[in-house]
């Protein structure tokens, strides 16, 4: 059986697909950035052109997962439609238009259905702490095995942390020291021990891709690959060192629309291994929209 899952981010849209038999297996996914929470800090609305370009990405994928034989199809929701003041009106107009309702899920759903991708797919040993890092939140989930112990969901991700703290390309050093000191203040409430932190999410993502050579993009080679601090901290300097624009010249594999945001996304990760006391971190490229279909997996055994 054919499933498909597509997940409504505040920065990015992404879809899956997979057979689902005794196992999950993934056969087509694809992502388009249209930064559905710019401006959302400040106006408290989805702005008009970003609702227009993430409606026509989500039929898009629609079509794409209907014609791949697709039986099923579940469309979630996070950050950016759970605060949104017009956000219900969006919902109506995307189901008006493909026919489908989008969820609209939980923090705690989020967090969980990162760590059911996660522990699926990774199967870490012991105790585990994984960093779902988006545009407009973040989630610290930790447990073993399937059973979550503990979630933390932040309202913070890397558009609005870029909107509130870095106004300068590069960013000047105060702005740097306030993010971090910002970032510090609230992930300190989460450290606890652990065997292993896991990173999601497009920033972690794609400077493994930058540290590995992954040129076009290739998930598979990705999933798994494990990122030294040293390596991440180089990454972090090097890049928050550079103009916006001298980012995607040098290096292809940041998207253009990933470029202005990718230094908060770099600078959460960096202070977490930090008050971690881990050395490394282990990189997911499954987060959201798989854990939704390991959902649907575990329901049908």
């Avoid at 919902?91 to 522990?119: D, H, M």
Wanted: net charge negative.
């Amino acid at each position: 059986m054919k499933v498909a899952s597509i997940d409504v981010g505040s920065y990015s849209i992404r879809l899956s697909v997979a057979n689902i038999n005794r196992g999950l297996e993934i056969v087509h996914e694809e992502g388009k950035i249209t930064a559905l929470a710019t401006a959302l800090r400040e106006r408290g609305q989805l702005q008009e052109d970003r609702m227009e370009e993430t409606l026509s990405t989500v039929r898009e994928f629609l079509q794409k997962a209907r014609s791949m034989g697709a039986v099923r199809i579940k469309m979630v929701g996070t950050e950016a439609l759970r605060r949104a003041s017009n956000a219900r009106d969006f919902i109506q107009k995307l189901k008006e238009v493909t026919g489908l309702e989008l969820k609209v899920i939980t923090p705690e759903e989020e967090g969980r259905y990162a760590f059911l991708s996660v522990a699926y797919s990774l199967k870490p040993e012991g105790k585990f702490c994984l960093i779902d890092q988006g545009g407009g939140s973040t989630e610290f989930v930790w447990g073993r095995g399937y059973e979550i112990e503990g979630l933390k969901s932040f309202p913070f991700g890397i558009v609005n942390l870029t909107e509130e703290f870095i106004h300068s390309d590069p960013p000047k050093s105060y702005e740097l020291e306030s993010l971090k000191n910002f970032l510090d203040e609230h992930i300190r409430s989460v450290v606890q021990p652990c065997e292993e932190l896991i990173g999601l999410g497009g920033t972690i993502t794609t400077v493994t891709a930058l540290e590995y050579h992954i040129y076009p993009y290739r998930g598979e080679e990705v999933h798994g690959k494990v990122l030294p601090l040293d390596r991440l901290m180089f990454w972090l300097e090097t890049l928050s060192s550079m103009r916006e624009s001298e980012r995607v010249s040098n290096f292809p594999h940041i998207e253009p629309k990933r470029a202005r945001v990718i230094i908060p996304g770099l600078l959460i990760f960096y202070r977490a291994m930090m008050l971690f006391g881990k050395d490394c971190i282990r990189v997911s490229d499954w987060g959201l929209k798989e854990g939704v279909l390991v959902e649907e997996l575990l329901n049908s055994l």
